[in-house]
Each structure stands twice: as C-alpha cells, then as structure tokens.
C-alpha cells in the first residue's frame, strides 16, 4: 500500500513536471528579423544588435530571434510587406524603400531639417509613438508597430569622375537617391534622380547607369563604394535617410504587457547607441577614405552654399505638396519636434 502511494505520487510529479516543461516551451516567444543590409553593417552592429542583446538579456528564454540579413527573406522593398502579412515578425528598413505606403515619415529626409542626428532621431521616435503622428498615417494603416527609429548623418554629393563645384555641374549628372524627399532635391539642384537600395549602388555605378549619389560617408565602406566614388562635396545638407524597427502589430499587440515595454525600451537604447556613434564616427570613415582611398573633398564657399541652400529651401514645401493631405502637419510637427528637442540639449 505504501509502495503504491508513493509510486502515483512520483507519477503526479513526473506528469507535473512534463506539463510545466511544455508550458514553458509554449510559452518561448519565436520572432523572425529581416533587414537587407549586411550583418556588419553600422545599422547593425551598433543599433539592431544592441536592441536583440539587450531583450534577451531582461527577457532570457522567453524570447528567440532567427535574423535573416542581406534580403534572405526578401528585397529591400518588400520589407513592409514581410513584416506586414507576418512574412517576418521584425524588419530593419528605410521608410524611402515604401514611398507609395509610408509617407509623412520621410519628412525626416528632407534637406535642412537637423543638424544633429540624435535630435533628429528622437524627433521620429517622439512622432511614432502610439497613436501620434507617424503611427496614424504610417505605421497602422500598415499593420506595423515601430519599436524604434534613427535618422542618418546629413547626406552630402558623391561622384565617380565628374566633381561637383557649383550648382551647374549637376546639369546631367545622374544621382542614386532614396525616396521622394531626395528625389526633389537631386532634381531641384538639377540632376536627374535615380532610385535605388544601398546594395544595388556599387554595381550601378560600375556600370555608369549612376554618376553619383547622394550619400553619406558612413554608408560607403559596408558596400566598397570608396572604390568607385572618388569626390565628394559637402557645406550644404542633401538631407538623409530615416531608419525604422517595425514589428507585425499583430504580434506585438499579442505580447505581454512586460515583454511590450523591454521591446520599446531597449529600442530607445538602440537608437540612442546608434545615433551616437554615427555622429562620432562619420568624419572619421570620410577621413580614412580620404587617406586609403584617394577620396578627394571639396568643401563649398560661403557663396556657393548659399546658392544651394536657396535652390533647396523650396524642397520643404513641394515635398508636402506632393505628400497630400498630411504634408504640410508633418513638416510643421517634426519641425517643431526638432526645435524644442534641440532646446533641451
């Protein structure tokens, strides 16, 4: 009698542990991350990874990642729809590479609009927070959540063999750009502008279907474009590009209370890490390039700047213009967002 007892205990503690151990592997949250760009790559290295690390660091075993780099899932323009119809659960992606889906959010390439990167990142992050601005018009439409958002350094012109002096030498020249923003400002200043992801630039400009493009320095070396670009000119902002983490809202709306909140606070970190060493570091790649490369800068006069800033000062305007509707708010609203960020500093 006492044997038995003792034999359907062990087996409630066996059939206990079995159903606690399967509990537990349910409750294992499984995520797939997409982005296109190389695993070293800055974006990466400095802002995806740290956002990964720092969740499984709080989180442990309650969340997996599986990464899928270098458009193993998916071109660069079909990020929104991966991340969208569950393809993927994350996606690391430029908000140009979706023009016709998001919009207002690129207001932050526009030229002219900030002069420090982690006041402009923390402009987005500010307007695409729930419910605000970008996440109205950008962000649920489409099904995404954004977990966290960073601008990039201030773009300047870069070319393979034709330097850019003054305003007349864009006559003709073909230039890579990224979403409408920067599309308005190559063919304001006089280029024909040519779109296109990153990881399609080098072989464009092998084969001359580019000139140039407007780019920034620390972009160059993940995709050997020092190799093909050998001038560059600076003085005068191209604008930039505008980085977001975008996560199936689905998923995240899904997700516990706690486990929503160490995803969106290790995205501010991300952003905040990433921000800052591009700011330290994008003078540093020019001046390497500059060194190893032959890359030869030219730095524009006081007059000749002006003559760009004025033919650019009307990109703003034509931009939300062609935006539509929620043009107009979205410059006043980052504009505004900027200003008073960059008062607190």
């Known amino acids: 009698m006492n044997i038995s007892i003792k034999g359907a205990a062990l087996g409630a503690a066996l059939a206990t542990a079995l159903t606690t151990g399967a509990a537990n592997a349910q409750d294992t ?24 690390a720092g969740v499984k660091e709080d989180l442990g075993d309650r969340v997996d990642f599986t990464i899928y780099p270098a458009q193993q899932l998916g071109k660069a323009a079909e990020g929104l729809d991966l991340v969208s119809n569950g393809a ?11 023009p016709t889906q998001i919009t207002v959010s690129g207001v932050a390439e526009l030229p002219g609009m900030f002069s420090d990167i982690c006041v402009a990142t923390r402009a987005s992050m500010e307007l695409s927070r729930e419910g ?17 958002n960073v601008s990039l350094p201030i773009y300047n012109v870069v070319t393979a063999t034709r330097k850019v002096e003054k305003l007349e ?20 200043l006089g280029a024909a502008a040519v779109r296109m992801p990153s990881a399609e630039l080098f072989q464009a400009a092998q084969r001359g279907t580019v000139d140039g493009a407007l780019y920034l320095y620390a972009g160059m070396r993940p995709y050997d474009l ?9 003085g005068v902002s191209m604008g930039s590009t505008h980085l977001v983490l975008l996560m199936n809202r689905e998923k995240f709306d899904s997700l516990p209370d706690d486990v929503q909140e160490v995803f969106l606070r290790y995205g501010v970190a991300a952003a905040e890490n990433n921000c800052a060493w591009m700011a330290e570091n994008d003078s540093l790649v020019r001046d390497k390039m500059v060194d190893e490369a032959g890359l030869e800068v030219i730095k524009l006069g006081a007059e000749e700047a002006a003559r760009w800033k004025e033919r650019t ?6 931009w939300a213009a062609s ?5 107009a708010e979205a410059v006043d609203a980052y504009t505004a967002a900027v200003g008073r960020i960059a008062a607190k500093n």
């Open 29 to 52: 949250i499984d995520l797939k991350i997409s982005y296109a760009f190389p695993p070293t790559h800055y974006l990466i290295e400095h802002g995806l990874d740290i956002w990964v």
């Open 226 to 234: 020092q190799t093909v670009f050998k001038h560059s000119t600076e």
């Open 88 to 98: 993927a659960d994350l996606v690391l992606t430029a908000t140009s590479y979706h």
């Open 169 to 188: 030498d864009f006559e003709g020249l073909k230039l890579r750009t990224t979403g409408a923003a920067m599309d308005l400002t190559a063919r304001t």
């Open 132 to 148: 605000a601005l970008f996440d109205n018009v950008d962000f649920d439409p489409n099904g995404v959540r954004a977990i966290y």
């Open 323 to 327: 935006v539509g509707e929620h043009g």
């Open 313 to 318: 000062s009307a990109v703003a305007a034509d």
